[in-house]
C-alpha cells in the first residue's frame, strides 16, 4: 500500500527526511518574516463590496488618503478659543509638519484653514489664525470668523467651542504604526495646560494602533500558551523529552504555516493571532493522545 511504502521511506531514510524537515522549517522561517499584517479599517471586508470600490474610486479621484486626526478639548472657560487653546494648536500642527510620513501640505486645523468674508472690494480671504503673537484680538477674531463660517462650525471646531480637532494625512500608509507611535509621544510631549485634553483618533491611528496592538498581544499570548502547555506536558509525561519534542513540532508547524501564509500572499490580522494558540493546542494533542493509547493498550494486554 501506499501508506506503507511511504513509512517504510521515511524509516529508512530517516535523516534524509529529518534535514528535508528542518530545511524547510528554516526556509518557512524566512517566508514568515516577510508576512504582511493588514490591520486597516476594511479588513474585514469582501473585497467586491460595492461600499469598499466606491470608497476606492474616491481615494483615486481625489487623492485623499488616510488620516491621523487629533482632537484638542478645552474645558476652561471660553473653550479651545483661548490663547492658551489657540497655542497649543499652532503648537502641534508645526511639530506634526516635522513629523517624516506626514504630509505638511495636507494637514487641516485652524491653522492651515482661512476666513471667506465681504468686504468693500469684493471678497478677503484672510488665515483663520495667522502668524504671530496670539492675544486677545486675535482670539476675538478668530472666534468672530469661526461663528461667520457655517463650514467650519461643528466641523473644524466643535458648536459648544470646547475642541478642535487637526487631520494629518500620512504619505506612506505602510508606516501608519510608526507614525502613530510618534504622533502619540507628540502629544505626551506637549506642553499643555490642566484644562487641555489631546485625543488621537482617525482611520490612520486605528491602523497603526491594531498593528501595535497585534505585536503587542502576540508578544504576551503566544509565550504564556507555550509556557502553559509545556507544564501540563511535563505533569503528563514527567520527562522533559516528552515535554519538549511535542513543543518542537508545535514551534515548527506554526512557522511553516506562517511561511505559507506569506508565500501565498496571505495577510495577517488581528484575529489571527487564535490561530497561533490553537495550532498550538493541535499540535501537542496527538502526542498526549498516542501516549494515552499506549498506556491503555498496555493495561488491555
Known sequence: MLVERWLRFVVDYRWVVLVATFASVVAAGVLAGRLHKD?????YIEPGNPALLYRERVIDTFGLKEPVVIAIRSSGAGGILTEDGLRTV????ERLEAVPNIDADRITSLVSRSSIAGGAEGLEVTPLLPDGEIGAQLVRSVRDAIDASPLY?????SKDR???????????EELSAETYQTVLDLTRLLPVSQDIEVFVAGAGAITGYFSSYIDRDAGRLVPFTAIAVTVVLFCAFLTIRSAALPMFIA?????????????????FYAITNGMVVVLIGISVAEPIWRSEERRVGKECR
Open 39 to 43: 490591520t486597516s479599517a476594511n479588513a
Open 153 to 157: 462650525d461643528g466641523t473644524l471646531v
Open 162 to 172: 470646547s475642541a478642535t480637532i487637526i487631520a494629518a494625512e500620512l504619505l506612506d
Open 90 to 93: 499652532r503648537s502641534l500642527v
Open 251 to 267: 514551534a515548527a508547524t506554526i512557522v511553516v504555516t506562517l511561511g505559507v501564509m506569506a508565500a501565498s500572499g496571505v495577510a
